[in-house]
């Protein structure tokens, strides 16, 4: 794309920003594919449209036309309209959609150059019209109105407030893999493809809006307008979080087939800064951008370093401590005042801190335990560890912590730490809003976070 | 126990070292508790005794007895007696047990005073009957034998060649839950419990000379004898890798509820130096440990640093790529014959590492590209990644990577990366012997401590 289009894009599509909010929540959809044509550059298939026309009719809620151009000819309207044909007839059935009125358009397929992509954007441009793509392959998700443009059919994640935008489709498919079968809850899923008019910004502008998206998790591997991004993010970080894993720190060099750590770090630190700068919350995978979210998504922001752990055994406990320490937090010293109640109820526990509250411990114990060192000043966050295993803790007892936790305005999660042992809790929490994490690490790294969002909201 | 006692135990107890044997590869059990008895202390209770008896009686394929001291009196021989009482009363039937010829002694209770433990230690050389425990509470499990003396009714991890010893008993449960749910093959598993004869030592000796024992884990929170520890280690991770979690690095500080972070980094160093000077493997968390071990126990090690990606997605591949940086790792350049024979065979195959297969593809690309890159001198590992979501790839084809892997020796390890991709792919791979992980992080890992092990050989 060219400069000249670039800066006329920025004037005059700004008054079609509304135009976005029809990628995600159309009251109409058309899906435009064919049953015949197969291009495998760019992906067009029969089966790709099925697929895709399967999901829509599956789950959204509101009115779907499907459109075989082998068979139909005449477009109705329609508030976005799906497009999954090779580029140059993309490009006529967009023209006409786009003057029949459509509001939005899904380029899910691929294959264009560069004279087809400014093609597309000079139409956009003239009927204001918004573009997700081409080649976002995959499109979009909105759990909430059951829209989903994937050609993965039953792969749709529980509703919930982290909205996820993908630079890559590949890691985009893993991170859909993962929510689904973690059961971690989605507002919106993006897979940005080409970004012929709709660009990242535009995403994050319309997520930070969203009343539905409680935080935005991206995965990217480049920024291509440094400043605006740090500008924008920076804002809404003021009252939203994003949480960013940046694939590629390494990327030169591994296209290079050339591992120099000298090149790699320096490029790195830009992005560091950058994300520093713009309140954002850097990750280190896929497992931690989804530790962070689900802890944004569902606690409040942690005031202070002070993490108290309460367990029922003593080994992870140990184990918990080490990792909080790790995470640059520290153990909290309980007050007197908190140690004394703790004592006059159960005189057995030992006054410091991790609290253990020994094997028996069920959930009255937890509760009551729970909500002094909730009531505590000098604790800032709340670690719980309980196993089943060697333990009478049942999986029942669990539902006490969000019922605590939920009347304090401090984070608290929780670590049935183990296989079955975790499975079988977070089943009981499923829907509470209590993050859960099977190892003391990614309870800490998610204190960790809260911490850091906290700082940034200061 | 005093000073004299240990002395003593040193240089007498050596003659009964073979009896340690008979604590794992028993050909007969007695498990001795009581119907009646409940002492909170200690964990006496006809529950724990019914459990425990359970386990034998549902999974030994040797003889078991079980003898409740309230209905029987007349003691037979066998060559393991487990005991489940409380202190007294398992002091007087460790001593008819012993009489009667048993070869060692599994006290799973606790509340032993010192003067009762130093009893049992005179007993037991008296006899040279080898005593785990007290309060070894699970006591131990081997796979192989079918034996469980946990109280955790069917918790029976698979057969595998990782032996776990655990000083912490809430930690080993945790690590049993584990490698039961995730299905790691565990050979034997130790708690280790107060360790009035039995100590660390002893049981590694035992594990360094069982055949069926490729990787000890272990998890532990202090070392008694430091010098006889990292001697013993050395000698033993020379020839068998050692992998240790280490527990309560902020232990004092925990204790003293003080995190200073200064003495805290300052012991730590102590135990790091120790355990390099060993040959020990040190891990950060429970899943690093089995990530570690499970990569010792199925693939030979590392011989050099560089790594070559194979994948089928761009995304996650750039971020395995990362991945390998992080660990100190070098993407691999392939050798001019190596590009040449892979571009012959797939004219559409960048010929960069990592290498993108594309996503059509199916077992024989996997299986002719992982070939030419594993004859390739300049690879010293392989890091496979095989996308089920957006991708043509089906579980089944999984199969060519053990496959082929198994003709060379250099460490290939698997990344079916996602939530239910991973599970599919990992099903299809249990029992090939083929680590399988559901994120680059954890692959890479895994190679870096393949690597260190190649280095600990040379």
Redesign the interface.
Known sequence: MTGKLKSTKTTKLSKAKQNVRAIFEPRSITLIGSSKIVEEVGMTSPKLFADVAYNLQTYFEGRVNIFDIETRSTLGKSDLTILALPPQKSLNWAGKAMNTGTKAIIQLTGGFDAAQRAKYFKLALKHHVRVLGPNT??GIINTRVGLNTTF?RN?MPPVGNISVI?????????L???????DIGVSKFVFMGDKVDIDDENVLEYLASDPKTRVIAM?I?GIKNGRKFVELSRKITARKPIVV?K?????E???????H?AS?AGSDEIFNAAFKDAGIIRV????DLFTASVALASQPPMRGKNVCIVSN???????A??????AEL?????SEETKQKVQKAYPGIDL???IDLIADARADRYRNVLKLVLEDSQVDGVMVIN?L??CFFEPEDAKVIPEVASRYDKPVVDVP?????F?KVANVLKGTGMPTYN???KAALALRILYEYGRRQC
């Open positions: 392959i995959m993965e792969l993908s630079q890559s489709g590949g890691v985009g498919a893993t859909l893999d993962w929510a689904s079968y973690y995965y591997e894993l694939g590629g720190i390494t990327q060099s591994a296209q290079r087939a050339l591992s750590t790699v280190g995978d896929i497992e055994v003593g080994g992870p406990a140990i184990l401590a080490d990792e909080v320490a790790k520290e153990l909290a010293h309980l410091i801190n991790p196993m295993k060697s730490v183990g296989g079955e042992d499975i190892l003391p690490s």
